[in-house]
């Protein structure tokens, strides 16, 4: 069993910055052989993919509508993965969730790949 939680969102004007973390703990995996993905979810809406990283090779996928201006890192040594998030808009407004997957994403913006979700943190920017 593996327990997500976000942290670290909050309100940001346009064009600002923003960095959330997610934190995964469990006596029973190793964070290093997790592969850690982000999604957002805004009122009325589907949860859509944001980032996701594999562990394996470090690559990295995004969105379109972040490429660019959305970072996803991890450090292992505190089980921890990050979205750096840079020139947010307010399109950016949504509950973001990080997902771990046992096994090595492909696609990576298939939630159906992933095995864990957190509880999601509150990202709201204003115009």
């Known amino acids: 069993q593996v327990l997500l939680v976000e942290s670290g969102g909050g309100l940001v004007q346009a064009g600002g910055s923003l960095r959330i973390s997610c934190a995964a703990s469990g006596r029973t995996f190793s964070f290093s052989s997790l592969d850690m993905g982000w999604f957002r979810q805004a009122p009325g809406k589907e949860r859509e993919f944001v980032a996701a990283?594999?562990?394996?090779?470090?690559?990295?996928k995004y969105a379109n509508s972040v490429k660019g201006r959305f970072t996803i890192s991890r450090d292992n040594a505190k089980n921890t993965v990050y979205l750096q998030m840079n020139s947010l808009k307010p399109d950016d407004t949504a509950t973001y969730y990080c997902?771990?997957?046992?096994?090595?994403?492909?696609?990576?913006?298939?939630?159906?790949?992933?095995?864990?979700w957190g509880q999601g943190t509150q990202v709201t920017v204003s115009s």
């Open positions: 990283g594999r562990w394996s090779n470090g690559r990295t």
């Open positions: 997902a771990a997957a046992r096994g090595r994403l492909i696609l990576g913006s298939s939630p159906n790949e992933y095995d864990y």
